[in-house]
Structures are given as structure tokens and as C-alpha cells.
């Protein structure tokens, strides 16, 4: 039961890349997010999923970015700082090779001035959500599960005939449950025609900038502002489509869509309650 199903919610805006992002407290949520990791990478054996994984070049523009150990655990390697966001990286062969190889990209390098001032790079999962979301429907009703678009305004107006009730209500449980440490994370995206990209390029600090390319297109982000509205704002579109156009040393490709979604951040960490 739920007031909007698949492409209407707030999954549907999301880029979904894998990558621990905006939420607390780390020491529970990054052993959720690596159970999530080895989930979605099974399913990325099947390409009927929309689920494929993809190499992430994380960066910062200022100083050193760290690299937390679970990455480390993942395989991220160190981007050297005289590579530019897009630029081919030089990486080991596999064990028994004495040779060294690069990962190829569409762009090549311009001139001696980057854009970043530090990154490194690994692989995770990337969760198309316009084959995803699609994908779970099928799967849950072929199971024998029903799907009831309803609007629900307290907790007893869910029906008791159930075994087991999951809320996963996102920011609807402020007022489902009487939550008031939830606030609304406002993201917009705008979706490009597809690119040539091959690695998904993401900086965290201002101006918040993310290009994940998808089987049919590229996702441009983004924003992350405290905010209610699910209204996309034409400034916001420009400006994320200017910055990701400048990073990736294009023209600024067409827009087809555009989306927002609204993160639910908890100011105490996320609840996971019986």
C-alpha cells in the first residue's frame, strides 16, 4: 500500500549509483550498505535488473579526499592528482602480469588545468531505476503480491489481516508515525541524452556535481537543500547542466526530463525499529 508506486517516487529521481551518501550513523549504516552492495552485485549478473556495475571516480576540489576503509576493502585505488576527472587511469594488470594497462574513456585530456584537486575510483553497482523499479514490481507480483495505491494518514488506518507490516513510508513517516527528527533532503536531476561516458563522475562539495551514465541516457546532478518542494526548478536545471557540462568538457547535451526527489534524513540517524 502506498500513496505513489515505481516511477512516481522518490527512487525514480535517484541516480542509484551505490555509494553510502547522506545518511547516519556510519558505524550501522555502513554494514547495511555492504550486505546492499553484494545483493546488487548478484543481481548485476542478470542485465533483465537495469542493475550494472559501473566504476565511480569520486573527487574534492580542495585538499586530499580520504579513503574510508570500506572502499579500501572494495578495491579503490588513489586517482593521481595530475589526472583530470575523465582522463584514462593506469592500473595494475591482474596478478601474474608484469604489465600495466589503462582504463579507457571517451575524452581525452585538455590543456594542464584540472578541475579537481583529488579523487580515487571503485566499482559498485548502478541501479537503473527506469528498468529497476520495473523489475521489482514484476518480481513482487509473480510472488503474489498485491500493489494498492492509497493514501494512509495514521497507522490504524492499515488493515490487521497481516502477518508482518513493513513501514519504509520515507519522509511520510513525519506524520505516520509522529517523526519529527525526519527532514526533507530536496534532489534534482536532470536527465540527459545518453553520452559517451564510461566512469561516473561525482563531487560532494559546492556546487554538488554527479554524472552517472545509464543503458539510455545520463543522470546530471545535482542538489541536496533542505527543502519540501517537489517543483523543479528551472535554476537549478541550469546550473547542474552548466557544471556537469564544464567538468566533462562538453557542450551542454539536451535535457528530456527533469526530476526531483525528496532524501528522508533523519537528524538522529535512520530508524529501524520492531
Same mark, same amino acid.
Given at each position: $500500500? &502506498?500513496?505513489?508506486?515505481?516511477?512516481?517516487?522518490?527512487?525514480?529521481?535517484?541516480?542509484?549509483?551505490?555509494? /553510502?551518501?547522506?545518511?547516519?550513523?556510519?558505524?550501522?549504516?555502513?554494514?547495511?550498505?555492504?550486505?546492499?552492495?553484494?545483493?546488487?552485485?548478484?543481481? #548485476?549478473?542478470?542485465?533483465?535488473?537495469?542493475? #550494472? $556495475?559501473?566504476?565511480?571516480?569520486?573527487?574534492?576540489?580542495?585538499?586530499?579526499?580520504? =579513503?574510508?576503509?570500506?572502499?579500501?576493502?572494495?578495491?579503490?585505488?588513489?586517482?593521481? #592528482?595530475?589526472?583530470?576527472?575523465?582522463?584514462?587511469?593506469?592500473?595494475?594488470?591482474?596478478?601474474? #602480469?608484469?604489465?600495466?594497462?589503462?582504463?579507457?574513456?571517451?575524452?581525452?585530456?585538455? +590543456?594542464? @588545468?584540472?578541475?579537481?584537486?583529488?579523487?580515487?575510483?571503485?566499482?559498485?553497482?548502478?541501479?537503473?531505476?527506469?528498468?529497476?523499479?520495473?523489475?521489482?514490481?514484476?518480481?513482487?507480483?509473480?510472488? *503474489?503480491? !498485491?500493489?494498492?495505491?492509497?493514501?494512509?494518514?495514521?497507522?490504524?488506518?492499515?488493515?490487521?489481516?497481516?502477518?508482518?507490516?513493513?513501514?519504509?513510508? +520515507? !519522509?511520510? &513517516?513525519?506524520?505516520?508515525?509522529?517523526?519529527?527528527?525526519?527532514?526533507?533532503?530536496? *534532489?534534482?536531476? &536532470?536527465?540527459?541524452?545518453?553520452?559517451?561516458?564510461?566512469?561516473?563522475?561525482?563531487?560532494?562539495? @559546492?556546487?554538488? $556535481?554527479?554524472?552517472?551514465?545509464?543503458?539510455?541516457?545520463?543522470?546530471?546532478?545535482?542538489?541536496?537543500?533542505?527543502?519540501?518542494?517537489?517543483?523543479?526548478? /528551472? &535554476?537549478?536545471?541550469?546550473?547542474?547542466?552548466?557544471?556537469?557540462?564544464?567538468?566533462?568538457? =562538453?557542450?551542454?547535451?539536451?535535457?528530456?526530463?527533469?526530476?526531483?526527489?525528496?532524501?528522508?534524513?533523519?537528524?538522529s540517524g535512520v530508524r529501524l525499529a520492531p
Amino acid at each position: $500500500m &502506498a500513496d505513489e508506486t515505481s516511477q512516481q517516487t522518490t527512487s525514480a529521481a535517484a541516480a542509484a549509483v551505490w555509494f /553510502p551518501y547522506d545518511t547516519e550513523p556510519a558505524e550501522k549504516i555502513i554494514p547495511w550498505a555492504l550486505t546492499t552492495y553484494e545483493w546488487l552485485r548478484d543481481l #548485476s549478473r542478470d542485465s533483465l535488473t537495469g542493475v #550494472s $556495475m559501473i566504476e565511480i571516480r569520486q573527487f574534492t576540489r580542495t585538499g586530499t579526499i580520504p =579513503i574510508p576503509d570500506w572502499a579500501k576493502n572494495l578495491g579503490a585505488c588513489r586517482i593521481p #592528482s595530475q589526472v583530470g576527472a575523465i582522463d584514462p587511469i593506469a592500473r595494475e594488470r591482474p596478478s601474474g #602480469s608484469d604489465r600495466f594497462g589503462e582504463t579507457p574513456l571517451p575524452f581525452p585530456s585538455r +590543456g594542464s @588545468a584540472w578541475t579537481f584537486a583529488s579523487g580515487y575510483a571503485l566499482t559498485v553497482p548502478l541501479t537503473d531505476t527506469t528498468i529497476y523499479l520495473d523489475y521489482l514490481t514484476d518480481r513482487f507480483r509473480k510472488a *503474489g503480491g !498485491m500493489i494498492q495505491s492509497t493514501h494512509i494518514n495514521k497507522v490504524e488506518d492499515i488493515p490487521s489481516d497481516f502477518d508482518l507490516i513493513i513501514n519504509c513510508a +520515507g !519522509m511520510g &513517516a513525519r506524520e505516520l508515525v509522529h517523526d519529527p527528527d525526519l527532514e526533507p533532503h530536496r *534532489g534534482q536531476v &536532470a536527465i540527459v541524452s545518453k553520452l559517451d561516458l564510461t566512469p561516473a563522475i561525482v563531487c560532494d562539495d @559546492a556546487p554538488l $556535481m554527479y554524472a552517472i551514465p545509464r543503458a539510455n541516457d545520463c543522470v546530471f546532478g545535482g542538489t541536496n537543500s533542505l527543502s519540501n518542494s517537489r517543483e523543479p526548478s /528551472p &535554476a537549478d536545471t541550469d546550473a547542474i547542466v552548466s557544471e556537469c557540462s564544464r567538468i566533462l568538457r =562538453i557542450e551542454a547535451p539536451r535535457v528530456t526530463a527533469v526530476k526531483v526527489g525528496l532524501r528522508p534524513f533523519r537528524k538522529s540517524g535512520v530508524r529501524l525499529a520492531p
